[in-house]
Nanobody, 122 residues
């Protein structure tokens, strides 16, 4: 098991910024690729961003490219999602996940956090 705990969500106006954090309680954090996903009410969970174990390779959903940045600090067992230029359509519960690859599908991640709510008002 790899316990993951997200934080940093909240209510923000359109155009604003938030930084999400996800802390992993494991000594093997650096072995995992990490991903961020989100799920809006009534919709399926969707890929947002992913980063490899070293932090030198990233992937983004087209909808967030240029606005969101994923990063990690292996010394702190933490992955971040810096979100700028937020839009109402970014409103969702955001989840971090750990897996073997920088994948873009839910099934390719083994461990998940409980999620943090992000609400963007217009």
């Amino acid at each position: 098991q790899v316990p993951l705990v997200e934080s940093g969500g909240g209510l923000v106006q359109a155009g604003g910024s938030l930084r999400l954090s996800c802390v992993a309680s494991t000594r093997t954090f650096a072995n995992f690729a990490m991903g961020w996903f989100r799920q809006a009410p009534g919709k399926e969970r969707e890929f947002v961003a992913a980063i490899n174990w070293r932090g030198d390779s990233t992937k983004y959903a087209d909808s967030v490219k240029g606005r969101f940045t994923i990063s990690r600090d292996n010394a702190k067992n933490t992955v971040y999602l810096q979100m700028q230029g937020l839009k109402p359509e970014d409103t969702a519960v955001y989840y971090c996940a750990a897996g073997p690859f920088t994948a873009q599908t839910v099934l390719e991640y083994d461990y998940w956090g409980q999620g943090t709510q992000v609400t963007v008002s217009s």
